[in-house]
């Protein structure tokens, strides 16, 4: 007999339902809703296009800082298109990375301390120390304020803008930085997973990554021992669409990597949601820290694929670990900056003086972020925003083709274990109905 139990999410930015069909006690049909309306990308249309480096960041509290890197890289194509070169230095560049770098680790800890592991210890009949989740909001704090240091601001700044970004840091702030992602570094040597940061970041094995104590190991000990380690897998289906210094582009099926257009992008507008589906020539991909490894071809990742594929175990233990390579990439990004180099390079023509449209990227914490920009007569004639909880949380009304999510749920058995692979997400309302 079928049964459908409805549930408010919350501890997320905004809120949404998810509706569960259950049939013998297993989850055989599901819906995610978002019921909230903000209407952002219309808020946008019609203003200067500059004006969007200070109204995308506001469209979340959480990830606005790859808003921003979104829109300005798309606001930098629109030069592109028109046939002007922009000159952005390496040491704008590197700036950049290493605020949205930050922004993700803060998310990442935030998600793992405050959600994930609460729920696996409930599930384990235990309760997570609260000791813990202060520590780890002090650094996720500490995180930001490196962000603060060049940005000016953590959330909602606008200081990257077409031709590089609007500060000019000195040795002090570098100096700064360097002691605070120290301190990330060190909490994480000690608290996730207790070994030097150079090792930590070059394990390719999952048995290996497994002989070191910390809370990624009750991570697994916990899946392993409740039997949740092979659940919660999609179509083995990856994207990813933003670059650094550590992400690649590309899709890939179970981990055979291959180049994407972003032409194939397509939205869908579905009548019981805010929320569009978006697919990649016509099939829901995931996105998000395991797609990242995946295209990036990280040993680990692919040795872990091996036995759990796409797995809620999988996708956990990679996006833990991408707070280390995050951390130790943005220790290495501080060493290479060259003070000497110009911040701001002034593009020859206004960005209001142009027409055409522009592709913007970035690998936002839940995975990649999307911005379409079109310009008309000195204006933003159409924004469309595709975030990565929109590529995750699809909902397909055929139920032989299951988007992500819908697909991860199937046969799950209890509401705990799907709160579990649900949030293993990181899902976010607020963007992905903005």
């Known amino acids: 007999m079928k049964r459908v139990s409805k549930e408010i999410v919350e501890k997320i930015e905004g809120e949404a339902k998810l509706e569960l069909v259950w049939e ?84 990442h800890l935030k998600w793992l301390f405050f959600i994930i592991m609460p729920i696996l210890y409930k599930i384990d009949s235990k309760v997570f120390p609260k000791d813990k989740i202060f520590q780890a909001l002090n650094i996720a704090q500490k995180t930001n304020r490196i962000i603060a240091t060049f940005a000016g601001q953590w959330p909602h700044n606008s200081y990257m803008i077409p031709g590089g970004i609007a500060s000019d840091p000195t040795f002090v702030e570098i100096f700064q930085a360097n002691s605070l992602i120290d301190e990330v570094i060190l909490f994480f040597e000690e608290v996730i997973l207790k070994s030097d940061i150079k090792n930590i ?4 094995n999952f048995k290996s990554l497994l002989l070191y104590d910390g809370i990624l190991k009750d991570a697994v000990d916990i ?21 650094n210094s550590i992400f690649e582009r590309g899709k ?19 009548d019981f949601t805010f929320a569009k589906n978006v697919k990649y020539n016509g099939r829901f991909y995931e996105v998000g820290p395991l797609s990242r490894a995946i295209i990036a071809k990280n040993p680990l990742a692919k040795n872990i694929h091996r036995q759990y594929k796409d797995s809620v175990l999988n996708r956990i233990v990679m996006k833990i670990m991408e707070i280390a390579y995050l951390s130790y990439q943005v220790k290495k990004s501080l060493s290479s900056i060259n ?35 079109k310009i008309k007569n000195g204006k933003i004639a159409n924004y469309d925003i595709i975030t990565p909880t929109q590529w995750n949380l699809g909902n397909s009304i055929n139920e032989n083709k299951t988007s992500t999510l819908q697909q991860a749920l199937l046969g799950l058995k209890s509401k705990e274990v799907v709160a579990l692979v649900f949030r293993s997400f990181d899902e976010c309302s607020v963007c992905t109905t903005q």
């Open 201 to 204: 970041v070059a394990i390719d």
């Open 24 to 107: 013998d006690e297993k989850v055989v049909n599901s819906k995610i809703k978002f019921f909230s309306y903000r209407g952002m990308e219309e808020i946008i249309a019609g203003k200067n296009p500059l004006d969007a480096l200070i109204l995308t960041p506001r469209v979340c509290g959480i990830c606005g800082h790859a808003q921003l890197m979104a829109c300005v890289h798309g606001l930098e194509d629109v030069y592109v298109n028109n046939g002007i070169k922009l000159h952005i230095s390496q040491k704008a560049k590197s700036i950049r990375d290493i605020t949205l770098d930050c922004e993700i680790i803060q998310n």
């Open 223 to 243: 899946m392993e021992k409740k039997d949740l380690q092979d659940l919660g897998k999609a179509h083995d289906r990856f994207i990813v669409f933003g670059e």
């Open 252 to 270: 890939a099926i179970k981990t055979t990597a291959r180049s994407v257009n972003e032409k194939y992008i397509k939205e869908e507008v579905l």
């Open 339 to 373: 003070l000497n180099e110009e911040s701001y390079i002034k593009p020859k023509v206004k960005i209001e003086a142009l027409e055409g449209e522009g592709h913007g990227f970035a690998e936002a914490a839940r995975g990649s972020l999307y911005h379409n920009i």
